[in-house]
């Protein structure tokens, strides 16, 4: 028997923890057919609901169920990590608890990693069906930035919804990094990846954990973490601020060889110190920022910590 773990990150989930279970045994025939056997990790991500009295009575029903806790909300991003270290599987499929990644697609998933031999098998949605359209807005602006600036191929509408083999997921658990961004992690470990798409699947139960400015910073964050090019706009804009500043310069001293200098263009003056003092500020700004992220890579502080594991 071959082992599929299934990795479920859980913030306040109450209603979805049962009836993701109940989904999931739904696929439970084929994977027997096929000699593979489920165990269930729900990752409860410091939820202040009652997600793990659910996951208890499940745990209670079924031996093949398990759970980690973690002491706080650590984000998304920590229940993934955790989900992948914990995971015995042969293979492993990250999904969302609220069943907006269809278990019916588990079949035709594993059959491309078993049969056709890929890697790894990732979803998208082809559209952003009930996301409200200024959410999509930015969202295609962001894939389409990053992508620009980055060597890690991040797909428009990828989801974290993906199965995987055993090496594709040691190959994620080798990156320590402390800022993880998956949707990059992902892509940048390489192998082969077999791309599914299907229709945007509105959450049943609960809501969304996301606002507006959590998914402005996820995308800042993600930036960040896949590339080096923004440190690079602000050595550029140096330069060419240099460039105009030594132009002008120039200008200045022909100007006052050949008319005088009466003293004029004060107004203009400040103008031009507030551009460049703002100009300073906004790539103070972006070193800042990747300063902070290299200062907590320093620390090595854990990515999260666990309350319970069972
Ligand atoms: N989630 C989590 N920790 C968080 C936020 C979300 O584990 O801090 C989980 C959440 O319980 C769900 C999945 O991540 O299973 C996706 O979250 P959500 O459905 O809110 O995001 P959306 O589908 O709207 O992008
Ligand atoms: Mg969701």
Aim: aromatic share 12%; proline share 3%; glycine share 6%.
């Amino acid at each position: 028997m071959e082992l599929l773990s299934v990795v479920v990150p859980c913030y306040n989930e109450e209603e979805n923890v049962k009836d993701f279970y109940d989904e999931l045994m739904k696929t439970q025939e084929y994977f027997h057919s096929r000699e593979v056997e489920f165990e269930l990790i729900y990752i409860d991500d410091g939820s202040k609901d009652n997600t793990v009295v659910e996951v208890h009575k499940l745990i209670d029903l079924d031996k093949r169920v398990h759970l980690v806790s973690f002491s706080r909300n650590f984000g998304k991003e920590a229940g993934i990590y955790a989900g992948l270290e914990h995971a015995k599987g042969d293979y492993v499929v990250m999904m969302d608890a609220d069943l907006q990644d269809p278990p019916s697609l588990l079949p035709t998933m594993y059959e491309a990693i078993k049969d056709e031999g890929y890697d790894s098998v990732a979803t998208r949605r082809v559209n952003r069906k009930g996301e409200p359209p200024i959410r999509s807005f930015f969202a295609r602006r962001f894939y389409h930035l990053i992508n620009k600036i980055s060597k890690a191929e991040i797909v428009d509408g990828a989801r974290d919804y993906r199965l995987m083999s055993r090496r594709f997921v040691d190959a994620i658990l080798s990156l320590e990094e402390y800022n993880r961004f998956s949707k990059g992690i992902f892509g940048w470990v390489g192998f082969s990846t077999k791309w599914l798409e299907y229709e945007n699947i509105e959450r049943k139960k609960g809501e969304t954990k996301w606002s507006f400015w959590k998914l402005f910073l996820y995308a800042l964050d993600g930036i960040i973490a896949f590339s080096t090019v923004p440190l690079a706009i602000a050595s550029i804009m140096g330069v060419i601020f240099c460039l105009v500043a030594f132009l002008l310069i120039i200008f200045i001293i022909v100007r006052t060889l050949i008319l005088g200098d009466p003293t004029s263009g004060w107004p203009s003056l400040v103008c031009i110190i507030s551009l460049i003092s703002g100009v300073q500020l906004f790539c103070l700004g972006i070193v800042g920022q990747y300063l902070s992220k290299a200062y907590l890579e320093v620390k090595k502080r854990p990515i999260y910590l666990t309350k319970e594991d069972i």
